[in-house]
């Protein structure tokens, strides 16, 4: 997977080399690169943001600096500035060439889930702009997106960082390491929370020894008994998701459920006969 990241603060990206997402770059399995967006500058001051139009607090990204650097990036032409916007719409793009995926992380945007990464993690090229101050010029995904580049605006949670940089790496930290030759043991993708249709959230993890500091491990996971511990884990996961998070139980598909599963969820308060569960209050 080639991966292009454009910030202001290129040095940021140096923790991917760490790891097993710089064994991942090692082995070829990706090829990261962290551009300068001040590279793609004309003045002397290297700006890259200007003032809000409308008026308020900050500053906002230019769209040119950025789209010299994307075009670039995209290997589009550049348009000739007085054509409309119709005049420079979706050409024939080289076919052969893998269709990059062009990222820009935004608070204000739909949340960045499990399904995205998974979805992401069988791209061949993901290009990342990092905004900074009070953002981008909304004109820029709108520009690159009438040209027919997939184009996707993530937040990753309901806080507002300083800049994309942060939400880039957990962006990509969450894709690549579901990449297949990515992780050692491909297993441990597979049990975890958010994986999958009936989403829960992870049972307790407990490693030896037995006691520790006086507190026990639970006694199921010391019998042997794999139904026995499977079934411990599963309510567990189920018992976890009920407290902490009750929409990922409302998302259950109710056909999916196994009696052991129902019975569970009923004494937690759910009723289980509809397609989804609904909690009885
Ligand atoms: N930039 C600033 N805050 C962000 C957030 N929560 N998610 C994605 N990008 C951001």
Known sequence: MKIDI???????FEVLNL?????AQSKGLLEITAHNLRDWTHDVHHSVDDT????????????????????????????????SPNDVAAEDNDSSVAAPVLIFPN???????????????????????????????????????AQGIDVREYSIGDYVLNGGEVAVSVMLEAITRLMPGFMGNPD?????????????????????????????VPEVLLSGDHGKVDRFRRDEALTRTNEIRPDLIEALDCKALDKADRKTLMALGW??????????S
């Open 188 to 216: 441990s993708i597979v049990e975890e929370s958010y994986t999958g249709e009936g989403a829960l959230l992870e049972h307790r993890q407990y490693t030896k020894p037995a006691v520790w500091r006086g507190i026990s």
């Open 19 to 23: 790891s097993l997402m710089g064994k």
């Open 107 to 145: 608070p204000s945007a739909p949340l960045f889930t499990q399904r995205d990464a998974t979805e992401l993690s069988h791209a061949e090229h993901l290009l990342f702009g990092c905004g900074r101050y009070e953002g981008y010029d909304s004109r820029i995904p709108d520009y690159y997106r």
């Open 52 to 83: 809000p139009v409308g008026g308020g607090a900050g500053m906002v990204m230019k769209p040119e600096v950025w789209a010299e650097c994307l075009d670039e990036l995209l290997d589009l032409p550049a348009p000739n500035e007085d054509d």
């Open 6 to 12: 454009v910030s202001v603060f290129p040095e940021y």
């Open 271 to 280: 009723e289980v006969s509809a397609a989804h569960p609904r909690r009885l």
